[in-house]
């Protein structure tokens, strides 16, 4: 007993010495940006491994050793901090999404990003919140390397196009694959509300992409919803702007110019043509201009008979009655109001989002919107120490009011602009007063060209400024997504997780054109209805053993994954309606079309990946993916793809460790393969069974129903296939102010979809085969610095630029000619003008003129110039793929003041614009009154006044083909755009405590306020493939709101 009570006595005096030693630590983390707890962060004592983490309310509390002089808290999405120990120790930390701590998502789970051996970027939360977007796609614009969102349309709501690391394929889908909280997405991006989203990551190489195997050859968007976190909080937020063009439209010839110029085509036709001065009993070429010029143009809105001099100029005391401005009558300044709510939280078992949002936004287009409510619903709960479920729910309808916004249509407002000259009015007015002539009760009437005294040579019969409310269009989107899933520690270190998600999305299109004018009318009026509706599920199933033994860390997966995916839709058209409105098919008197569609495609996959790191120094990464597609024939049904990925953390090692200045310094290396089942058909939709032969039903043969091959089966026809290799460097040195990128890609893509001509006597022009091959290789950079870091004033900033070189190895044939625009050549890229180039005017004779080479009998070639445009010889003349492009993102803070200005740019590539083209149209019998640029005043008019020697003479009906597509109208494609500036105030915490508000904060924003672009009136974002169409621009956006929570 006296030697236990001794042995007593010992181990209390060992326990209360090593408790002497021992201090203790405690304090709150909060958030700088809204002051709200953090539960969750890591809390260390510096050299030991003594750690702990805030609880729900964002306090810890930490016993350390006497001799720790520094605590550690490190949160995902903030910037670590280090701070010298005190008794408390409160710490607000700074939110940093491209911290080298964070957590890289990717393939089936996360890994940190220290121990990432491939290349992503993130787009957090805090960039995504200053994006008042009505698409979730536009936020990457400007954000992030090797990625380009461009959009081809100013229509609200509609999808820019995402390319990752150049264009993938010249015939299949180049859209990346998207993944919405580790399911494959069946939506459209339109139906996700940025709101409910905490990040976007973009997989760009095969460590991150490949475990999507015949999916990933175009990149990953893993979209990332927010979850709940801390005490309960509701936050609101409400926005509302006004939106106007990004860019100036083209400045337009007006009437008296068009008068002018017109007369000038005609006594130039009389030149060319005598007979017509003679036929017509004028004096002189002039004499007939002047005569003919009301006739040709049909309307006359001065207050003289022959307003026009033989001098081709105004005459004197003629006086416009009327200038229409089209502009004004179709186009108007939209709104947009954005209402957001959300209530989340979490405790220690449970954690929970509900959301909802409501956006509307007016394009400038009349009756052209966007309207979108939505909801979300998202719950984890620890049921158990072993099991935890969660789920997550959404429902999203949207309806798009879409007029006519491309080609060159009655309906399409912007050609109408570009095309009905100022001199045909809104109304019909009187020839003699201008005044509107009114109906039997009192009303203007609306003139068609037709409908009038008189007949407008103009796209008659039509008028959007009535038509367009007559004609809707519409698509409407409804989405229900369901995710839910259950995950099992079964013994130390391994979890067993399944997963199941399922998109139900309906797709309605309705459009309308009435019978009597405009579009509809050589019909009798037509209306068409497309119905579809798709169920995408995914099973997917997973062990996860992770556990680390010492130095060493291991972590293994494996996976079988199951995708079913259903797709039907019925499209029926009518034509011959008595009434206009009556929109519904059974008032059409003709059934015109009628057809339906089922399609199922099915895929089965097993995967697994196994990483291993050792001292946080050493990672090695490799995965396989083998999958099985019902697209394809038995036989090629299968295909494996792998990836493996290796980084070295230089600056853990020892002779680096007295090397203060280097934080992080990573080097990194992969290299593996994806695929791309994503064919297409012949109208750019999906192609669920490409290797069959396909008949078309219902042909009438000679007085017999029949049916014929409309394309041959090929059974060896497969996925393409790409490989991607993966060079680069991350770093972040003095202290973390300086941290960022380099990137070395070369991605090359093989068995791409190209159709291999057939023997003409098979009847069939050829078969879709496996044939072509091209490449993606470049360089990314990211850079972010801290400039000033100090109490109440800190500034930051971040930099990307990406340059790519796309080029085709393979095709078929050495070249495939396309259109006037371009041509497909081993060596070259897609995208690519082969254009005739334009030599100017020939200052004799004001002819236009093209290059031509000519060789000689020795094979010599000389380049000439000829007049004949269909002689002149096509030349390659760059590509719409640009050479360089990236973003500059700046934030700067003032005690309770914040602005964010985010600019993105473009450098090199070309851009043609076909709507300049028609707006510098010469040959005025073809096109008589259609508007012309102010740049036709710059026109050859005589010898002696040859004008700039690139804009040709006017003719009457002699055609020159001076717009015929040449090098006159492409140019140059570099821009920089300003993307979003974001001025913020921030409500101070003593202020808000009085209302019981845990925080508020007020801001402006402004969307694509400035462009730099050398030609105006053309937008620089037309699209990947860099031609004009008179599609509606992007527009500028200046909203002011509100955020606050309690």
Do not use: C
């Amino acid at each position: 007993m006296k030697k236990l009570l001794q042995s007593l006595f010992v181990f209390l005096l060992i326990a209360s010495s090593a408790m002497a030693q021992n201090r203790t630590v405690s304090g709150t983390v909060t958030s700088k940006e809204d002051g709200l707890p953090l539960p969750g962060v890591s809390v260390k004592a510096s050299g030991t491994g003594t750690v702990t983490q805030t609880n729900v309310d964002g306090k810890y509390t930490l016993s350390v050793p006497a001799s720790t002089k520094t605590i550690e808290f490190s949160y995902i999405g903030y910037s670590k901090q280090t701070l010298s120990i005190a008794g408390v120790i409160n710490v607000a930390l700074v939110a940093d999404s491209k911290s080298l701590q964070d957590v890289v998502v990717t393939a089936y789970g996360t890994v940190k990003r220290q121990n990432f051996t491939g290349t992503a970027a993130t787009v957090g939360n805090t960039q995504i919140k200053d994006q008042l977007v009505s698409s979730i796609g536009n936020v990457l614009q400007g954000q992030a390397s090797g990625v380009i969102a461009v959009n081809s349309t100013g229509q609200p709501g509609a999808n820019p196009t995402i390319r990752v690391r150049g264009i993938a394929s010249a015939n299949a889908s180049a859209d990346p694959l998207i993944v919405l909280d580790g399911a494959i997405f069946g939506g459209n991006l339109n139906n996700i509300n940025p709101n409910d989203i905490e990040s976007i990551t973009i997989g760009k190489d095969a460590t991150s992409t490949s475990l999507y195997g015949s999916r990933a050859a175009a990149g990953v968007l893993f979209i990332t919803s927010k979850s709940g976190n801390g005490k309960p909080k509701v936050d609101l937020s409400i926005n509302s702007g006004f939106s106007n063009r990004a860019v100036k439209d083209y400045e337009y010839l007006g009437s008296q110019g068009l008068y002018e110029a017109t007369w000038e085509g005609l006594r130039n036709q009389a030149l060319i043509t005598p007979t017509l001065v003679t036929s017509s009993g004028s004096t002189s070429a002039a004499d007939y201009a002047s005569k003919t010029v009301v006739p040709t143009l049909v309307y006359n809105p001065y207050n003289i008979a022959q307003p026009i001099g033989q001098d081709g100029k105004l005459v004197s005391g003629a006086n416009a009655l009327w200038n229409q401005d089209w502009a004004d009558a179709l186009l108007r300044t939209g709104k947009r109001t954005d209402i957001n709510g959300s209530v989340s939280g979490a405790s220690d078992k449970t954690r929970y989002y509900i959301g909802g949002g409501y956006l509307t936004d007016e394009g400038l287009a009349n009756e052209s919107k966007f309207k979108r409510y939505s909801g979300r619903v998202k719950l984890d709960n620890q049921m158990t120490n072993w099991l935890k479920v969660g789920a997550n729910v959404s429902g999203s309808f949207s309806t798009q009011n879409y007029p006519n916004q491309a080609g060159s249509g009655y309906s399409n407002v912007i050609s109408w602009i570009r095309t009905v000259s100022s001199i045909y009015p809104e109304y019909i007015l009187a020839p003699t007063t201008g005044q509107p002539i009114l109906d039997a009760n009192g009303n203007k009437q609306y003139d068609f060209g037709n409908n009038g005294p008189l007949l407008r040579p103009v796209l008659r019969p039509g008028n959007p400024a009535a038509t367009t409310s007559m004609n809707p269009t519409t698509y409407d989107r409804y989405l229900t997504s369901l995710n839910g899933y259950a995950e099992a520690k079964v013994i130390d270190g391994l979890t067993i997780r399944s997963q199941y998600a399922l998109d139900y999305y309906q797709y309605a299109f309705d459009q309308y054109y009435n019978p009597f004018v405009g579009d509809g009318a050589a019909y009798g009026g037509r209306s068409e209805k497309y119905r579809e509706a798709t169920i995408t599920q995914t099973l997917t199933n997973t062990a996860t053993y992770d556990k680390t033994f010492g130095v060493h860390h291991v972590n293994l997966l494996g996976g079988w994954e199951v995708y079913k995916y259903k797709d039907n839709y019925t499209d029926a058209e009518a034509r011959g309606f008595t009434f206009p409105g009556t929109t519904e098919l059974s008032y059409g008197a003709t059934p015109y079309t009628a057809s339906s569609n089922t399609y199922l495609n099915r895929q089965t996959s097993f995967f697994g990946r196994a990483s291993y790191d050792y001292k946080d120094k050493y990672h090695v990464t490799g995965s396989v993916r083998g999958d099985g597609n019902s697209r394809f024939a038995e036989n090629v049904r299968w295909a494996t793809f792998y990836s493996v990925g290796a980084s070295w953390n230089i600056n853990r090692e020892v002779f680096l460790s007295d090397v203060k200045a280097i934080n992080d310094l990573k080097l990194r290396a992969s290299y593996g393969t994806t695929g791309n089942q994503a064919l297409l058909n012949s109208s750019g939709g999906q192609n669920y069974f490409p290797y069959l032969g396909v008949y078309t039903g219902g042909a009438n043969i000679a007085g017999y129903s029949g049916s014929y091959i409309l394309s041959a089966a090929n059974d060896v026809l497969t996925w393409e296939k790409q490989t991607d290799l993966d060079l680069g460097i991350d770093y972040s040195i003095l202290n973390n102010r300086i941290s960022g990128s380099f990137t070395y890609f070369n991605k090359k893509s093989k068995g791409l979809l190209f159709n291999r001509p057939l023997a003409p006597s098979s009847g069939l022009n050829g078969v879709n085969d496996n044939i072509g091959q091209l490449s993606n290789k470049g360089i990314e950079i990211e850079l972010t610095t801290k400039n000033f870091a100090g109490k109440d004033f800190q500034w930051s900033t971040s930099i990307n630029f990406t340059h790519i070189r796309n080029k085709i190895t393979a095709l078929p044939q050495p070249t495939i000619t396309g259109s006037n625009f371009s041509q497909l050549s081993v060596g070259e890229s897609l995208y690519n003008f082969y254009l005739r180039d334009y030599a100017g005017v020939d200052p004799t004779d004001g002819r236009p003129m093209w290059y031509l080479d000519q060789t000689d009998a020795n094979g010599n070639v000389t380049q000439t110039t000829t007049k004949t445009y269909s002689a002149a010889t096509r030349y390659y003349k760059g590509t719409a793929l640009p050479n360089a492009t990236g973003g500059i993102n700046n934030t700067f803070s003032y005690k309770n003041f914040d602005l964010n200005v985010l600019a993105s740019f473009s450098f090199g590539g070309k851009i043609y614009d076909s709507d300049y083209a028609g707006l510098m149209h010469a040959a005025i019998g073809t096109n008589p009154g259609y508007n012309w640029s102010v740049d036709i005043l710059n026109r050859w008019q005589s010898a002696s006044n040859p004008g700039d020697g690139v804009t040709p003479r006017l003719t009457g009906t002699t055609d020159d083909q001076s717009t015929s597509a040449s090098t006159r109208f492409l140019y140059d494609a570099s821009y920089g755009r300003i993307r979003n500036i974001t001025l913020g105030y921030r409500f101070p915490q003593r202020w808000l405590e009085k209302i019981k508000f845990a925080n508020a904060r007020i801001f402006a924003d402004y969307q694509n306020p400035f462009t730099i672009f050398g030609r105006k009136g053309l937008d620089p974002e037309q699209g990947i493939a860099g031609v004009t169409n008179n599609t509606s621009v992007v527009y500028k956006t200046l909203s002011f709101g509100i955020n606050f929570g309690f």
